[in-house]
């Protein structure tokens, strides 16, 4: 079975880490981070009560057998725990456990914990060595690459946020046969948004893998080393694109707006956000909000006449190939515009919208110089109808 290895190489900024992407590595863990540390070095695996119950132990015995002692913190699972107080209790649990600079803390689960560790290893003792080793979709192709760490405010979704890249990513897509059906369809919507913005080839062979998929679970009946393959092949080409992206651009500077910015990542975002946060963070899946925030930028795209038409039609059919979105019919328009103000991504008293021009040509437009009728309507023509494969 293969094993892909992506590396990330920061300019000016003295940072260098690899992403490996195979199925089993989660058992030679151990072996991959002894070479991180120093003799008498501990870790603390931050993870969640359902992830650790299934993978927690296997790690621990691979750090183990390392000469890597460990000790363990469960967060409550789901998004609505990504916040300062979640951060705090981590932190709390690393000084009570006598952690040390020399030391390390690995993330293992989805895109909650691999923020909410990211962050508490960013500012415990200034700045703990952190590995992520996610278990979900969207956390191997998006969250865990990157250095982007955050938690949840009422002021907004990562207002509160460092810049912090992990020592090492290990990326075990055989952790993907355990997930609902769900948390897979979230995490390939997250793969459209960068399709999209990759080029017309990767978003075309994305839809023919999904049209191509089982109608029931993406892993029934996937357990073969052809099939781990495949999957590692998905994940390769995803975690290349954002390589790609986070190297040129690693820290979002404010002063970039051209097509390789990394501002063209909150493709969908800033529509996905605000319904995250006009629900509390407790309705929409990540990924499912980025869904509809994928459908309602490519509207704007479409209604301001910027983009084919027939690439917002090979788009939306792509969106739809994933899966049914949650119904969002019923959330006021009102509520999502207004937690639009307060997106992150705000710079010069106004929005910055990422739209298309065409697919893999990501196009950055403040929302100043758009209709505000443009965006109202193109929202409500995004959430008021259903979209199914």
């Known amino acids: 079975m293969s094993e892909k290895k992506v590396g990330i190489s920061i300019a000016g900024e003295e940072v260098e880490y690899e992403i490996a992407i195979g199925a089993g590595l989660l058992d030679a863990a151990g072996e991959r981070l002894s070479e991180l540390v120093t003799e008498g070095s501990r870790a603390a695996i931050v993870s969640n009560e359902k992830v650790f119950g299934l993978y927690g132990e296997r790690l621990a015995g691979s750090l183990s057998g390392a000469g890597i002692a460990s000790v363990k913190y469960l967060v409550p699972d789901g998004e609505e725990f ?43 003792l200034r700045g703990l060595r952190c590995v992520q080793i996610p278990t979900t979709l969207l956390a191997m192709i998006d969250s865990s690459v990157g250095g982007k760490t955050g938690v949840n405010t009422r002021f907004g979704k990562n207002i509160v946020g460092t810049f912090h890249h992990p020592s090492t990513v290990l990326v075990d897509v055989s952790t993907l046969a355990t997930l609902e059906r769900r948390e897979i369809e979230a995490g390939l919507y997250e793969a459209v948004k960068q399709a999209s913005l990759s080029c017309r080839n990767d978003l075309e062979s994305l839809h023919s893998f999904l049209t191509g998929r089982s109608s029931g679970n993406l892993f029934d009946g996937i357990r073969g080393e052809a099939a781990f393959d495949q999957l590692i092949g998905l994940v390769e080409k995803q975690v290349i694109f954002k390589a790609g992206v986070v190297s040129e651009d690693a820290r979002e500077s404010s002063e970039r707006s051209d097509s390789r910015s990394r501002k063209i990542l909150n493709f969908g975002h800033t529509t996905g956000h605000a319904l995250e946060r006009a629900t509390n963070f407790r309705y929409f899946k990540h990924g499912e909000a980025v869904g509809y925030g994928i459908l309602a930028a490519a509207e704007i795209s479409k209604r301001l006449e910027i983009c084919p038409s027939d690439s917002i039609d090979l788009l939306n059919d792509v969106v739809r190939s994933v899966g049914v979105l949650p119904p969002a019919d019923g959330i006021s328009i009102q509520d999502v515009l207004k937690s639009i103000e307060h997106d992150k991504k705000a710079g010069s008293n106004s929005v910055q919208w990422v739209l298309l021009e065409d697919i893999g040509k990501p196009k950055i437009l403040s929302g100043s110089g758009i209709p505000p009728n443009v965006i109202k309507e193109s929202i409500e023509h995004a959430i008021s109808r259903p979209h199914s494969s």
């Open 82 to 124: 990504k916040n300062l107080e979640t951060a705090e209790q981590i932190i709390s649990f690393l000084s009570g456990s006598g952690l040390k600079r020399h030391d390390l803390i690995v993330a293992l689960g989805g895109g909650v914990v691999g923020d909410v560790a990211g962050f508490a290893a960013s500012v415990y």
